[in-house]
């Protein structure tokens, strides 16, 4: 008799009828103490794309249901990650914690790119890692047959290139051109996160000046968290650099690497930022 090979529930240790807070408790601990170049962690977030899904956990159960006959295999093949996609439907990337804006009071912690001789930084490395296994569950999904309609991708697609531009413009500002970076900015929110956005500007407003800080932010890569037609969420690694007086008297500037989710509405035929979260990268 075959051996059935374990599904993603034996893969992250939780029990079939495991809620949505013990599988990511279950996942987080999981990839804690991996590598993100080691197999199982691509494996492990896998496993946690289709679980904490809703959806595609309801389809995954019923596959599996369908197939517990004796003799079967219990569960699908794990698949290698393909090569050159990054997008990804699900949530396998942990949820952002905290507001991000350009009014943020206090700056996340500080990140260096690492020691001498190093040309990638660890943190991006550990990027690509997380949006290479999150590609594996899109894979997979659309070799079931199950793929989005063409109007869906690209809309996801389209949310997703208007995010770059939106969260740079959003998360920078200069002390000397406050005005023109807060409206360059408010052209990409909506309504509402235009208000929040304002009420943070304030802030930098008020302190900026005082400390000729000036913070540049540049998008290194994206994937998508959730697609749709008319909102879409998409996982972004921006680099932060800010420079201020005591730069201008010989200091560094300081870079801050963050993982930013921002979501996007589509509103009279653009792509407009309605939120925007963010938690730092690992170093």
């Given at each position: 008799m075959s051996v059935p090979s374990p599904t993603w529930y034996d893969l992250l240790a939780v029990d079939a009828d495991a809620s949505e807070d013990e599988v990511r408790a279950a996942w987080k601990a999981a990839i804690a103490d991996l590598d993100p170049t080691d197999r199982r962690f691509r494996v492990v977030n896998?496993?946690?794309?289709?679980?904490?899904?809703?959806?595609?956990?309801?389809?995954y159960d019923a596959e599996l249901a369908a197939r517990a006959t004796p003799g079967d295999d219990a569960s699908p093949q794990v698949v290698s990650a393909p090569a050159g996609r990054d997008d990804v439907r699900g949530t396998a990337t942990a949820k952002a914690e905290h507001p991000i804006g350009a009014g943020a009071t206090s700056a996340p912690e500080e990140r260096r790119d690492g020691a001498v001789g190093r040309t990638v930084p660890g943190w991006l490395l550990g990027a690509v890692a997380v949006l290479a296994a999150a590609a594996v569950g899109l894979a997979a999904w659309l070799a079931t047959g199950r793929a989005e309609d063409d109007r869906v991708v690209e809309a996801t697609e389209a949310a997703r290139a208007a995010a770059v531009p939106a969260a740079e413009a959003v998360l920078s500002y200069g002390y000397d051109t406050l005005d023109e970076d807060q409206a360059a900015a408010q052209s990409y929110l909506t309504d509402d996160y235009r208000e929040k956005?304002?009420?943070?500007?304030?802030?930098?407003?008020?302190?900026?000046?005082?400390?000729?800080?000036?913070?540049?932010?540049?998008?290194?890569?994206?994937?998508?968290?959730?697609?749709?037609?008319?909102?879409?969420?998409?996982?972004?690694?921006?680099?932060?650099?800010?420079?201020?007086?005591?730069?201008?008297?010989?200091?560094e500037p300081t870079v801050f690497k963050n993982w930013a989710t921002v979501t996007l509405e589509e509103v009279d035929g653009d792509w407009l930022v309605d939120d925007m979260t963010s938690t730092p990268a690992g170093g």
């Open positions: 896998e496993a946690a794309e289709v679980l904490l899904d809703p959806a595609r956990r309801a389809a956005y304002d009420g943070l500007f304030e802030v930098i407003r008020q302190n900026a000046p005082g400390t000729e800080t000036t913070v540049r932010a540049s998008v290194i890569a994206s994937g998508i968290v959730r697609s749709g037609e008319d909102r879409v969420q998409v996982l972004l690694f921006v680099n932060q650099t800010r420079t201020n007086a005591d730069t201008e008297k010989g200091g």
